[in-house]
Every structure is written in structure tokens, then in C-alpha cells.
């Protein structure tokens, strides 16, 4: 297994496009978490579900936002009607079931709206 | 609530030199303190996790402490390398799982 795989790396798209993300975690892992990180910033949690249940979504997941995790492996976050404030890097993780376990993270999307 | 404050935010030393990064938490109940390296423009790599019972992990090179009375952990790195310049990350997981990640230590090994 090579690790956290997020498709795609980068991506630049116009104001109002929609965009969707994918990320597919460690093989094993049930847990799998979204962040979003800003230039100078720590990332800030979005989401994490655990097999296809979304248990969490953080107050920063906007009615334009929505994940999905339909069969308990990859996931996919996208953003509708994008404005340039959610110009970020979007970092998944996988851990494999609690929150005592290491989690493991991908490369990221690097969105830029324009 | 829980905020996670890292200092310094930026750190030069020269090659060789030990260093001593610190991350402190408001909040005590936390369920365990995971530290990061992340390289620019990339993702985060995990370095050590200390569970909220433990008080300190070593890897290598690396040594974290965790002191949850004074909301406290530190990252020591021995002999430090260029290879080792990075932003380093710690992130306070709490008993809900929200996990909180301070700024973060962008620090520079001078050759």
C-alpha cells in the first residue's frame, strides 16, 4: 500500500464553478478525516467519518460543501458555486478506527479560485 | 474550547545544534498530542504520537514530551541536519475527536 492518495493535486477553477475532490486512504483504515489549510496556517478539521458514516462536520463546512463517503472507502469533498475565500489546500487522512490511532495524511488539493 | 499555540513560529540554527520546539493546549482533557512535519507545499508526515496516559515518545533523532497539568509538549531535535527543515506541526486530539493543530514552527537548518 502506498499511503494516502488525493486526486486531484492541484486545481484552478473559476468563481462560481462547482469542484470535487477525491481522496482514497490506507487500504485498513476506517477512519478517514478532511482538513482545509490556509498559507501560514495549521489545518483546520472539516469532517471525518468512520466506515461511510460522516460523524462530524466542523461549523467551517458551509452549506456549499458536502462529503461523501458511500462504500467505507474513498471519499469525495466537493464545493458548489466556489468563491476565492475557498482558495486553500485540502489535506485528507486515514487513521484505522479510534482516536488514539496516527493519522496518516495525503499530498492535498491545491485549490485556487480566480 | 481548545486552541493550540506553537513557539516559535520561525527558528534558524546551524547544523548540529539541538532544539527544543514548544506547543502549548488550553485545554487539559485532551486524549492525545500527535506532532508533524510538513515540507512545503506538501502534506504532513507523522513524526511521534504520545497518548494522553504517556509522557513522552522517541523516534530517532526526535523526542516528544507531554506534560498534560501545564498544557504542555515539547519536540526536542538532537544533531539537527538541512534535512530536517520544515514546518513543524502539533495538534491536540481531543476526547470528541475534534482535533485542533497549532500554526506550527517553520524551522530553517543552516549548513
Known amino acids: 500500500d502506498t499511503g494516502v492518495s488525493q486526486n486531484p493535486r492541484h486545481k484552478i477553477t473559476k468563481r462560481g464553478q462547482n469542484v470535487t475532490f477525491r481522496c482514497d486512504p490506507i487500504s485498513e483504515h476506517n477512519r478517514l478525516y478532511w482538513y482545509r489549510q490556509t498559507l501560514g496556517q495549521g489545518p483546520e478539521f472539516l469532517t471525518y467519518?468512520?466506515?461511510?458514516?460522516?460523524?462530524?462536520k466542523s461549523r467551517l463546512l458551509s452549506d456549499r460543501f458536502s462529503a461523501e463517503r458511500p462504500k467505507g472507502s474513498f471519499s469525495t469533498l466537493e464545493i458548489q458555486r466556489t468563491e476565492q475565500g475557498d482558495s486553500a489546500m485540502y489535506l485528507c487522512a486515514s487513521s484505522q478506527g479510534t482516536s488514539a490511532d496516527t493519522q496518516y495524511f495525503g499530498p492535498g488539493t491545491r485549490l485556487t479560485v480566480l | 474550547k481548545q486552541e493550540v499555540t506553537q513557539i516559535p513560529a520561525a527558528l534558524s540554527v546551524p547544523e548540529g545544534e539541538n532544539l527544543v520546539l514548544n506547543c502549548s493546549f488550553t485545554?487539559?482533557?485532551?486524549?492525545?498530542l500527535q506532532w508533524f512535519r510538513q515540507d512545503p507545499g506538501k502534506g504532513l508526515t507523522s513524526l511521534l504520537l504520545?497518548?494522553?496516559?504517556?509522557r513522552e515518545q522517541t523516534s530517532g533523532r526526535l523526542n516528544a514530551s507531554l506534560d498534560k497539568s501545564s498544557g504542555r509538549s515539547t519536540l526536542y531535535i538532537a544533531a539537527s541536519q538541512p534535512g530536517d527543515s520544515a514546518t513543524y506541526l502539533c495538534?491536540?486530539?481531543?476526547?470528541?475527536?475534534?482535533?485542533?493543530f497549532g500554526k506550527g514552527t517553520r524551522l530553517h537548518i543552516l549548513p
Open positions: 485545554d487539559s482533557a485532551i486524549y492525545n
Open positions: 504520545i497518548q494522553s496516559s504517556q
Open positions: 467519518f468512520q466506515n461511510e458514516a460522516q460523524l462530524e
Open positions: 495538534a491536540a486530539v481531543r476526547g470528541d475527536d475534534k482535533i485542533i
